[in-house]
């Protein structure tokens, strides 16, 4: 069994579902964070069978964790200082999203004019539906 050192200062994404790390890694833009960032894939879980969590050492404070709650359902933010869990989290959805998704509508004007940013405004919470901040294409997200 790997046996992944514990955090002293940092923020643990927890419940991630398995094979999904990667794409968050990439959502969060962790390759610009300066500090260490460890990726477990596929470990046990009693919960979901298989989960993957990501180590990330010191504050991100320039990342939006909320993000996850796009990408992840499941996950959980999990604060550590001193070596102790001092806070247990789950993202809450983001009123706004920008170049996360982008719009299926052919006939938005981010698929001419392709500098566009893709932002979507969260337009209804219970059925996690976002809309196009352009056209009003909705988008439901997982």
Not at 1 to 24: R, W
């Amino acid at each position: 069994m790997l046996n992944i050192s514990g955090l002293n200062n940092g923020v643990v994404i927890d419940h991630i579902k398995a094979g999904e790390a990667l794409n968050l890694y990439d959502y969060l833009d962790l390759d610009r964070y300066p500090g260490c960032i460890a990726i477990i894939k596929n470990a046990k879980s009693s919960k979901m069978g298989r989960k993957d969590i990501i180590k990330i050492e010191g504050t991100p404070e320039d990342i939006d964790l909320n993000m996850l709650a796009v990408v992840s359902e499941s996950a959980t933010i999990n604060i550590i200082r001193g070596g102790i869990l001092e806070e247990k989290k789950s993202p809450v959805l983001p009123e706004v999203i920008k170049d996360i998704f982008k719009c299926k509508n052919p006939r938005c004007i981010t698929s001419i004019e392709q500098e566009l940013p893709h932002i979507f405004t969260l337009t209804d919470k219970k059925t996690r539906t976002y809309r196009c901040r352009y056209c009003e294409q909705a988008f439901k997200v997982n």
